[in-house]
């Protein structure tokens, strides 16, 4: 009679619980085919515009292509619309089980997905700013060996600041991502000072030297004098 009466209780519960695992599979069923159909509606939306024709013109595209090989702003656009709709359905199918574990991690999640929309946005505002960016430095700097360089690290220099701000938007060992941002910043603002510094010493010393000259160059000064001062100048410099 137990074994019966568990048995029972068995089935009494699966077909009880069997119009929440079809509503569950209903709804994921509809969610996947609507996010399919707008992501395949904003895919074309964004094709029509050209929106990667007309960034494969810029340094943009070569910025997005190195970050993610093979894919393209569309592509990256067309799949955030897709899973968000996506989660959507999915966090109310799995409401529609009525496990209250699952609800409980679907809806952290679901709090937890404005973080990750802020992230791609981060993401792409600053693959736009990088092109845009190196695109700048080039035009206005022309095709010097200083301008290559410039219109290398500018726009890395974009991409790591937008990569500490993505991993701080994802609450990722914030605390690690603080102090390594600060020492990042900390290293390229010594590398630049020497390196500004080291690369304008001659041209410091030349700029004192002109000043002295022009300030001792007066009536009654004499040419000694005019030596001295420049002399003083250079060991000034070189000390």
Same mark, same amino acid.
């Given at each position: 009679?137990?074994?019966?009466?568990?048995?029972?209780?068995?089935?009494?519960?699966?077909?009880?619980?069997?119009?929440?695992? $079809?509503?569950?599979?209903?709804?994921?069923?509809?969610?996947?085919?609507?996010?399919?159909?707008?992501?395949?509606?904003?895919?074309?939306?964004?094709?029509?515009?050209? $929106?990667?024709?007309?960034?494969?013109?810029?340094?943009?595209?070569?910025?997005?292509?190195?970050?993610?090989?093979?894919?393209?702003?569309?592509?990256?656009?067309?799949?955030?619309?897709?899973?968000?709709? !996506?989660?959507?359905?999915?966090?109310?199918?799995?409401?529609?089980?009525?496990?209250?574990?699952?609800?409980? !991690?679907?809806?952290?999640?679901?709090?937890?997905?404005?973080?990750?929309?802020?992230?791609?946005?981060?993401?792409?505002?600053?693959?736009?700013?990088?092109?845009?960016?190196?695109?700048?430095?080039?035009?206005?700097?022309?095709?010097?060996?200083?301008?290559?360089?410039?219109?290398?690290?500018?726009?890395?220099? $974009?991409?790591?600041?937008?990569? !500490?701000?993505?991993?701080?938007?994802?609450?990722?060992?914030?605390?690690? $991502?603080?102090?390594?941002?600060?020492?990042?910043?900390?290293?390229?603002?010594?590398?630049?000072?020497?390196?500004?510094?080291?690369?304008?010493?001659?041209?410091?010393?030349?700029?004192?030297?002109?000043?002295?000259?022009?300030?001792?160059?007066?009536?009654?000064?004499?040419?000694?004098?005019?030596?001295?001062?420049?002399?003083?100048?250079?060991?000034?410099?070189?000390?």
């Amino acid at each position: 009679m137990e074994i019966e009466q568990s048995l029972q209780t068995a089935l009494d519960g699966f077909f009880d619980f069997l119009p929440n695992l $079809v509503g569950f599979l209903l709804l994921l069923l509809i969610g996947y085919i609507v996010a399919r159909v707008v992501a395949a509606v904003v895919r074309k939306l964004l094709d029509g515009i050209k $929106v990667d024709e007309h960034l494969r013109r810029t340094a943009i595209h070569g910025h997005v292509e190195r970050m993610a090989p093979g894919t393209s702003i569309s592509k990256i656009l067309a799949s955030v619309v897709f899973w968000l709709i !996506f989660i959507l359905f999915l966090t109310s199918a799995i409401g529609a089980l009525k496990i209250p574990t699952a609800t409980t !991690f679907m809806n952290q999640v679901l709090a937890y997905l404005p973080n990750v929309i802020v992230a791609i946005v981060i993401f792409v505002i600053a693959a736009l700013l990088a092109g845009a960016a190196g695109s700048a430095v080039s035009k206005v700097m022309g095709e010097t060996p200083s301008a290559r360089i410039a219109a290398t690290v500018v726009p890395a220099l $974009v991409m790591v600041i937008a990569l !500490f701000m993505i991993l701080d938007q994802l609450q990722i060992a914030e605390a690690i $991502v603080t102090i390594a941002f600060a020492a990042t910043m900390g290293a390229l603002a010594l590398g630049l000072a020497l390196a500004f510094g080291l690369g304008g010493r001659d041209v410091a010393r030349r700029l004192l030297e002109d000043a002295y000259a022009k300030t001792s160059s007066g009536p009654g000064t004499s040419t000694g004098a005019h030596t001295g001062t420049s002399t003083a100048a250079t060991d000034l410099l070189d000390g």
